[in-house]
């Protein structure tokens, strides 16, 4: 028999002082689950729940998406069809102001007591020579009004310079008063003259002699279409070149003493040398032909 102790197994350590027979198990080593990082950047299993919580996430992203580019498409359309339209209707505009016909009767133009009228070259950018006759309703210092045999009212404004008439012989500021008839040449803008002669007529003179052939304006109502005596063959309406001066008021008188009661605004000369005496404030007549020798030749 062998006096020494067996040498202990090294599958059998032997216990240590601190072992103890009920001591638990040692745990086993803590691992991460397999495929953990594959996991956290796959989609969920098929059929699963929070695979179908991602594909309405999904969808409903692709929706909007759809939505915010499809909502693009339709502003921009928009945006494009209102500046293509609006483009357009400032051509149609245009044109249509371009291609206006002179003298048409809209408020303020030719055929009203506030016109200025015409086309072409005698279309006019400001005041012109013309005139009118009537009878004196007012008169302060530097200014009177008077009221056409038609029932159109006029201011009449005066300066320095003024000449004044009693017939055929001079005289001052003085003779115009309430009620006298006078014949007024001078800048016509509208109803507003600048006079340069006033001219005190007999009672009885041509500011009633022929008024009853005047059409008077009426707000709304049609222009009359007639014609009187003889028109030029070749006239067009805004034809004519525009003339002032001594010629302006001859042509102008022999209008208003065959058709007083409207303005005289322009007197235009034709290409045959004779006159148009273009008339506003009435609505007949608005053109008096009138010839080279001042004599009035017709109207309409």
Known sequence: MNDQEPTPSPENPPAGPESSSSAAPPSPPVSPPEGSASMASAEPPPGSKLRRWFSIRRNKRIGWISALAMMGVVIGLTVSLTTSSSATVGSAASTSTSAAPSGAGAPGGPRGPMGSGGGGSNARSGPAAGGAVGTVSSVSTSS????????????????????????????????????????????????????????????????????????????????????????????????????????????????????????????????????EVHNIGVNWPHHVFVSQSFTVLGAD
């Open 144 to 275: 009177f009004t008077l009221s056409t045999p038609a029932g159109q009212k006029v201011t009449v404004n005066e300066a320095s310079s003024t000449t004044y008439l009693n017939g055929t012989s001079s005289t001052s500021s003085s003779a115009i008063t309430s009620g006298e008839s006078v014949l007024v040449l001078g800048t016509v803008n509208s109803t507003t003259i600048a006079a340069t002669q006033v001219t005190v007529q007999p009672a009885g003179g041509s500011a009633s002699s022929s008024s009853a052939a005047v059409v008077p304006f009426q707000q709304g109502a049609p222009s009359t279409a007639k014609t009187v005596g003889q028109i030029p063959a070749n006239y067009t309406e805004g034809s004519g070149t525009i003339v002032s001066g001594t010629t302006a008021n001859q042509a102008t008188e022999a209008a208003l003493a065959a058709y007083p009661g409207g303005v005289v605004d322009r007197v235009v000369q034709l290409s045959n040398g004779e006159y």
